[in-house]
């Protein structure tokens, strides 16, 4: 069944209007800085400018291609020809200026604007099917191939931004189509920003390194952090990062589908509160990646519902002590019946870089 079919399951429209870059690609399997996509329940077309034709021509198969060269006469086109009366917008990514236009050509029209295409997608989008299972399979593996390559350059006196650079670099090396996200690479004092950005410092003996980055493939993302000593961890340093794994692993050990998000964020929040690091655990458990590195669902305290089988859920409990030094250990898991799948293998025991 194509994603659109599935689509229509989940909305009952007479057109779906799909503009944004990501869900457009998601339908199209078509990467594209522009372009429209005109779903209906009986055909789905996508209109793309010359630039990119001649491939949307050769890749796109569950959708009729039409080379874009007036937008809205086009589109009044195929609305006509599908005799629609109503056509339901992407509310999260349309802008008002974006509506606008639509509404002030398409007098005859009527735009819904309500968060039911939105919301409709980003069910779909959130359980994975076995070819986007793969693509994040194989990002993950580039992001820890390169992790495993760089763990030498990493001694005292390089800088936080020499190994962000030596990081990307090996990113693409290993074949990442891009970054996942401005990689994080911060040491001593400034690991206790959770997402601070790469400076100028030099690392120094007996501080730990923390890296959160990810690679892009195929469109989809990974997502790790991992937090190393360069040289001997203090014991108080030992004490936080045994915390912070004891956190992550029972919270891996619980992960399943049917948790409900919050649920699972409590169940490392309370091993750090008990710890006496409570206030120091500000952000949430996780988040699921996919298309886009923060994307539904959430494991976090705020969210109610159910985790769903097939759903990639990172789990990242942290503990960061302001003026001092932060740890976070990241991995990120396949929710199934009866417990995940980690899609993480790199090592988790804090290893001391001599």
């Given amino acids: 069944m194509t994603r659109f079919k599935k689509l229509?399951?989940?909305?009952?429209?007479?057109c779906a209007l799909i503009t944004s870059d990501i869900n457009r690609r998601y339908f199209t399997g078509m990467k594209s800085s522009a372009g429209i996509v005109l779903a209906f329940p009986e055909k789905a077309y996508l209109l793309i400018d010359f630039r990119y034709i001649e491939k949307a021509r050769r890749i796109v198969?569950?959708?009729?291609?039409?080379?874009?060269?007036?937008?809205?006469?086009?589109?009044?086109?195929?609305?006509?020809?599908?005799?629609?009366?109503?056509?339901?917008?992407?509310?999260?990514?349309?802008?008002?200026?974006?509506?606008?236009?639509?509404?002030?050509?398409?007098?005859?029209?009527?735009?819904?604007?309500?968060?039911?295409?939105?919301?409709?997608i980003k069910k779909l989008r959130m359980t994975k099917d076995d070819i986007e299972l793969a693509y994040i399979k194989k990002a993950q593996e580039i992001a820890e191939s390169a992790f495993d390559e760089l763990l030498p350059f990493i001694?005292?006196?390089?800088?936080?931004?020499e190994i962000a650079l030596e990081l990307n670099r090996l990113l693409f090396l290993h074949g990442a189509e891009d970054l996942s996200f401005d990689t994080i690479v911060l040491s001593g004092s400034n690991t206790s920003m959770p997402h601070g950005?790469?400076?100028?410092?030099?690392?120094?003996?007996?501080?730990?390194?923390?890296?959160?980055?990810?690679?892009?493939?195929?469109?989809?993302?990974?997502?790790?952090?991992?937090?190393?000593?360069v040289g001997e961890p203090t014991d108080e340093m030992k004490r936080v990062y045994n915390i912070v794994l004891e956190a992550q692993l029972a919270a891996l050990q619980a992960a399943k589908a049917g948790i409900k998000g919050c649920d699972l964020d409590k169940i490392s929040r309370d091993i750090i509160e008990k710890?006496?690091?409570?206030?120091?655990?500000?952000?949430?458990?996780?988040h699921g990646v996919g298309m886009e590195?923060?994307?539904?669902?959430?494991?976090?305290?705020?969210?109610?519902?159910?985790?769903?089988?097939?759903?990639?859920?990172?789990?990242?409990?942290g503990i960061y002590l302001a003026g001092k030094?932060?740890?976070?250990?990241?991995?990120?898991?396949?929710?199934?019946?009866?417990?995940c799948k980690n899609l993480t293998k790199s090592a988790k025991n804090l290893i001391s870089l001599h």
């Fill in 275 to 286: 710890a006496g690091y409570g206030e120091y655990f500000g952000h949430s458990l996780g």
């Fill in 293 to 317: 590195i923060h994307e539904s669902p959430n494991a976090s305290a705020s969210y109610k519902l159910p985790l769903t089988e097939g759903t990639v859920v990172t789990v990242e409990p």
């Fill in 155 to 161: 001694k005292t006196g390089v800088t936080e931004r």
């Fill in 325 to 339: 030094f932060g740890v976070r250990i990241e991995d990120f898991v396949i929710l199934t019946e009866n417990g």
């Fill in 197 to 229: 950005v790469p400076s100028d410092k030099k690392v120094e003996n007996g501080e730990f390194v923390l890296m959160d980055f990810g690679a892009v493939w195929n469109g989809y993302h990974s997502d790790m952090t991992r937090t190393v000593c």
């Fill in 8 to 14: 229509f399951r989940e909305i009952k429209t007479e």
């Fill in 61 to 120: 198969n569950d959708a009729e291609v039409i080379e874009l060269k007036k937008l809205y006469p086009q589109v009044n086109e195929l609305l006509k020809k599908h005799s629609v009366s109503k056509v339901s917008i992407e509310s999260e990514t349309m802008t008002v200026k974006q509506l606008s236009g639509y509404r002030h050509f398409f007098h005859d029209v009527e735009f819904d604007d309500s968060d039911a295409l939105s919301n409709a």
